[in-house]
Every structure is written in C-alpha cells, then in structure tokens.
C-alpha cells in the first residue's frame, strides 16, 4: 500500500510550469514526502523531499500543506526531458526503511 | 561518482529455463535493494541486504527466486525456472544518506526480462 495518492497522468506543455499533487491523508507527523521520478527505459531517481516546509532544489519545488496531508511538486518550466512518470512517497527515514511505489503520475509534455 | 550498474540489460528466455542478474552498486553504500517493475506498475519491492545480510526478503517468490550479495558490494538476483508472469523489469538500488539526514535511493537502468 503506497498510502498516496496521484492522478494517474497529466499534460503539460512545454515551457510552462507544472503542478503535479498527491495526497496523503494518512500521514504520521514524522514521515517525510519524497519524489522520484522514472524517465523512459531508466530506473527511477529521486527528485525532492520534505518535512513541512517548502524545498526548492535544481530539479523542482516542492509545496506542502499546512496539514501536511497533500503537496505538489512543481516543476517550473517543463521541458520535454521531463516526460516521466513521477511517484510521491511518505517515509524512508531511515535506511532501513523502503519505499513503496504506488503507480505514479504518468507526465506527457506537449511541443 | 559512478552510479549502480546492471547487467544484462536485456534478457529473453522460455519458460522453465533460468536467468540471473548482476548489480554493482555505488561505492560505499552498504543497504541494496532489489525490485519488479511489471509494465504499467510501480516498482515493487523484493529483498533488501545490509552488507552481505538479508534485512528483509518478505516478498521474494522463494521458490523460485534467490538473492546473494557474498561480500557486500555486489549482487545477483536468480530465477529458477521462470515463469511468463516473470517478465519485467529488475531494479537494483543502492542507499545514501542525504544532507537532511533521510535517505536516498539510486537506481540501476534495469534488466528488462522477456520470458516466453
């Protein structure tokens, strides 16, 4: 049980900003949000994680509720090298713990 | 920084036969973890090595799939016999504690398995 929630796709076109959500209602106050994400024919790679606040890196931003029961990654210009499907998951603290994929958001960027 | 490598990438075999597959994980990073991703699906958890040890192999079909990490650095994943259902790709990942202190997973390309 991924315990997420995402839209099974989305479309964008590209140069413009995307909002992908994903909803965790049942979070604990210690799981972390992550993101990976999986590029076509390649393993999945980590993209962005937080706790409560919002995170910036190079790849993406990411947006948490005030209730920490959904968040957003945005990508803030799509390019179409960001055509993937992309997984939000709670947990993976620890190094023990795993993380379990639900079925992601498939991302499909329009030229 | 070299990241994980699998090999083969690509493997077709028939039904009964058996296969096996190879990781090298990064440098240093002690927990590896192998996955299933069928067409369509999320990756799905197999086993998990802390060095040369099983931590957790709760969703590994045992009787037909093993795992070995001898020394603590590479793997190999075995089906013996494959079934069609088997066919998928295989992930390896390695573990890395990030600068926030959680823990991020580097993925291999993967092994595409067709079995016919």
């Known amino acids: 049980d991924a315990k997420t929630t995402q839209p099974n796709s989305m479309e964008s076109n590209e140069e413009e900003p995307v909002h992908l959500p994903c909803n965790h209602s049942t979070i604990s106050g210690t799981d972390y949000i992550h993101w990976y994400r999986q590029l076509p024919s390649q393993g999945p790679e980590y993209v962005i994680h937080?706790?409560?606040s919002n995170v910036n890196n190079r790849m993406a931003s990411l947006a948490i509720a005030e209730d920490r029961k959904s968040s957003t990654l945005i990508l803030h210009r799509a390019t179409l090298r960001d055509a993937a499907v992309y997984y939000c998951?709670?947990?993976?603290?620890?190094?023990?713990?795993?993380?379990?994929f639900g079925k992601g958001t498939r991302l499909h960027i329009l030229p | 920084e070299a990241g994980v490598a699998q090999s083969p990438r690509y493997k077709i075999i028939e039904k009964r036969q058996s296969v096996a597959f190879w990781c090298n994980p990064i440098s240093g990073h002690a927990t590896l973890y192998w996955y299933q991703q069928i067409l369509g699906q999320g990756p799905k958890l197999l086993i998990q090595f802390q060095n040369n040890g099983v931590v957790d192999d709760s969703q590994l079909p045992k009787d037909r799939f093993s795992a070995e990490r001898l020394k603590g650095v590479d793997s190999t994943l075995k089906i013996q016999p494959a079934k069609l259902e088997d066919s998928a790709v295989y992930l390896c990942?390695?573990?890395?504690?990030?600068?926030?202190?959680?823990?991020?997973?580097?993925f291999g390309p993967g092994t595409r398995l067709t079995v016919t």
């Open positions: 937080g706790l409560t």
């Open positions: 990942a390695s573990v890395r504690q990030g600068t926030s202190g959680t823990y991020e997973q580097y």
């Open positions: 998951i709670r947990g993976v603290m620890n190094r023990d713990d795993k993380i379990i």
